[in-house]
């Protein structure tokens, strides 16, 4: 009889210890700069087999997200592609103090769909022979505003003023081109990256045209007693995860 015992204490031991993970798995939702969203969807099937927790991710322009937030949308983690949105949430109380960190820096690139669009980008955006040039809202979307920066460090952003279409997003903008509806625009070179067709035409546009797209991550305060998005955080920063965000087109930062 105690031997049976025994060995019954035993099987429960074993399928409470194979049952574990999955008992302790949680979810962390995550609101994602929609410019990390090929990325972030590559970062969550890693994370997911590696920790059994669940990645539940809502994509949309910086400052949309951000607005969201402030209205009480249920997010976890505010993965951003600027810092002023992050720091805002951190010094507004929003998010877990010190928990803000830069996982990405982000590069802007003009690219049009047809192959030899053009040979030289600063002629070609000179002489707009182009009916529409998509950019994303400088007002909402960090790449917008870097788009902005790049136009007006070569005299452009005046003149191109009535070719301009903006898109809510770096992913509006970035579809505008891809379906035709402008003939080249200015968008993230990670989603020319991701682009599963030809590559078109592209200008990795020189990062001194603009200021660094570092994109920061940070805790919100609803989250800070949620393992699951802490260990996604911490998964950021993993060699691992570094080396997918490079593989996508971004740099990273020590």
């Known amino acids: 009889m105690t ?16 049952l574990s993970p999955a008992l302790m798995a949680g979810e962390v ?17 890693h994370f997911e087999q590696e920790t059994g927790h669940t990645v539940s991710a809502s994509f949309g322009s910086t ?13 976890d983690v505010f993965m951003a592609a600027d810092i002023r949105r992050p720091e805002r949430i951190e ?14 820096r982000g590069k802007l690139a003009l690219w049009s769909p047809k192959p030899e669009a053009f040979d030289s980008a600063p002629h070609y955006l000179t002489e707009q022979t182009f009916a529409r040039l998509a950019i994303a809202n400088p007002k909402t979307a960090p790449y917008g505003l870097a788009a902005q920066q790049a ?14 279409v903006r898109g809510d997003s ?19 070179l990670s989603q020319v990256k991701a682009w599963p067709e030809e590559k078109g035409t592209l200008w990795p546009v020189p990062q001194n045209y603009y200021q660094p797209i ?17 260990a996604w955080l911490a998964f950021l920063k993993s060699p691992a995860a570094l080396s997918i965000i490079q593989d996508y087109g971004y740099d990273t930062v020590e």
């Open 3 to 18: 031997s049976g015992f025994t060995t019954s204490k035993g099987w429960l031991l074993a399928i409470l210890i194979s």
């Open 29 to 45: 939702s995550v609101a994602v700069a929609a410019n990390f969203t090929d990325t972030t969807r590559t970062l969550a099937s």
């Open 63 to 75: 400052g949309k997200l951000y607005a969201q937030i402030k209205n009480g949308a249920p997010f």
């Open 151 to 164: 136009l007006e460090q070569m005299n452009l952003w005046s003149s191109l003023q009535p070719k301009l």
């Open 170 to 188: 770096i992913a509006q903008t970035f579809q505008f081109v891809a379906s035709g509806n402008a003939q080249a625009g200015f968008v993230a």
């Open 214 to 230: 570092d994109q920061q991550a940070i805790l919100l305060n609803r989250a800070s007693n949620n393992d699951a998005a802490k």
């Open 91 to 104: 010094q507004e109380g929003d998010g877990v103090a010190s928990s803000r960190f830069t996982y990405a």
